[in-house]
């Protein structure tokens, strides 16, 4: 995935990450693992759009 494509699924997720949490404040939602599933997984797209940015920075700056 491009990196633009990293950002959107992570505003996605963060979108969905606010909805569960009010869900699960109101009483709608009982299953409170599913907020920490979408945590970790934004994490994840931040960590890779990190990598990514290393990378170029790295290769830019050796050359």
Do not use: F, W, Y
Not at 13 to 23: E, G, V, Y
Not at 36 to 56: C, G, N, P
């Amino acid at each position: 995935m491009d990196p633009k494509e990293l950002l959107r699924e992570a505003e996605k997720l963060s979108d969905q990450l606010q909805k569960t949490r009010l869900a699960v404040r109101l009483g709608k939602e009982k299953n409170t693992a599913k907020c920490r599933d979408l945590q970790k997984k934004h994490a994840r797209i931040h960590s890779v759009l990190r990598e990514k940015e290393l990378e170029t920075t790295l290769s830019s700056s050796s050359i």
